[in-house]
């Protein structure tokens, strides 16, 4: 019975557990203001939608539990994305398997490039990335002139409107779980079985929770560093290829900005800005939430413009609140210390 009563009261500790509930409740209020939010239809569309998102969310989780910080990733994202509507454009009948590895192979690179930046110049992972955030940026500005890239062949515009899972609803018209929603949960999945079932997955969190205890206790921290932000190259890849599909243009801009809603949901999600704390189910709701409170100001009719302001308020509460956990927590270990 002690047992059970333990296990119930770690779970209303857990930082998921608050999360969902206020999930459940923002669902509610904004579900009476507007009763179409609960539907079917428009939980589908939500997914699609917020898919690139929390594509890009699991990556930058993996950066964040590692005790760095990539704030780099929309503009690998848009160079590769950018480098695959030139590649196809120019071989329309190439086949599928090479168009998804250009953007992907990309990916990879420049967020290697990113970790032996990090690693070797000894320089805090905010101010490599912000660098290389605006590198990237002003290389493709002077390579693409600023031109946007539209017009793709047939089965790169049929591909996002696939349902794996569809439903009819009442105009007739189909609806469901879209092959580019199928894309994302396959990635959370594996995401998941990284961190929490791997070897690698414990050694990125010891890297993140103290670099120095990890690095005596033999782990290789560059080649932990190099497989975070490879791994979120790899992620900002495949977040190029869903952006492109559901949007059907490639802008050397259009990313510009979204990183803001990355690092908000993976915040939100309890991942800890100092490292060494965070997970896949937290991230999950951190894309929800701000998916929602989204929706929400939408349908209350707030300007867009202020949807940044209400999202930075959440993230700053959201960073006050896990700041001083962590504090606490620190405190409270220190009392333990001293009475043992």
């Not at 964040?64 to 780099?72: Q, T």
């Not at 002077?142 to 591909?159: A, L, N, T």
């Not at 018209?173 to 990635?187: D, K, P, R």
Request: positive net charge; contains cysteine.
């Amino acid at each position: 019975m002690a047992n059970v009563g333990n296990r119930i009261k770690h779970i209303f500790n857990r930082n998921e557990s608050y999360l969902l509930a206020v999930l459940i409740v923002l669902i509610i209020v904004v579900s009476l203001i507007n009763p179409k939010f609960l539907s079917g239809e428009n939980f589908f569309a939500i997914l699609r939608t917020y898919s690139f998102i929390g594509i890009l969310s699991i990556g930058f989780l993996m950066v964040l539990i590692s005790g760095g910080i990539d704030i780099s990733f929309t503009a690998t994202a848009t160079v590769a994305q950018y480098a695959m509507a030139v590649f196809l454009a120019a071989n329309p009948n190439v086949p599928i398997v090479m168009v998804i590895l250009v953007p992907i192979v990309i990916g990879i690179i420049l967020g290697s490039i990113n970790a032996f930046l990090i690693h070797f110049l000894k320089a805090p992972s905010i101010i490599i990335t912000i660098s290389t955030l605006n590198a990237y940026y002003g290389i493709l500005q002077f390579i693409s002139k600023g031109r946007w890239i539209y017009g793709f062949p047939q089965w790169f515009r049929d591909f996002p409107n696939i349902k794996l899972i569809q439903f009819l609803n009442e105009n007739g018209v189909y609806y469901g779980l879209s092959t580019i929603t199928a894309i994302w949960i396959v990635l959370l999945i594996a995401g998941a079985i990284v961190l929490r079932y791997s070897v690698l997955g414990r050694n990125i969190y010891a890297l993140g929770g103290d670099p120095k205890a990890a690095h005596r206790g033999g782990l290789n921290l560059f080649r932990l560093r190099l497989f975070c932000y490879s791994f979120m190259g790899f992620m900002a890849g495949i977040g190029a290829i869903v952006h492109a599909m559901v949007t059907q243009t490639v802008a050397p801009n259009a990313l510009l900005g979204q990183e803001f809603d990355v690092v908000t949901a993976v915040v939100l999600g309890g991942a800890s800005i100092f490292g060494g704390t965070g997970s896949v189910l937290g991230t999950v709701l951190g894309v929800g939430l701000v998916a929602v409170i989204k929706n929400a100001l939408t349908i209350v009719r707030v300007p867009e413009y202020w949807h940044q302001v209400f999202i930075g308020g959440v993230l700053l509460i959201s960073v006050v609140i896990t700041a001083t956990r962590t504090r606490l927590a620190r405190q409270k270990n220190r009392i333990i210390d001293v009475q043992n």
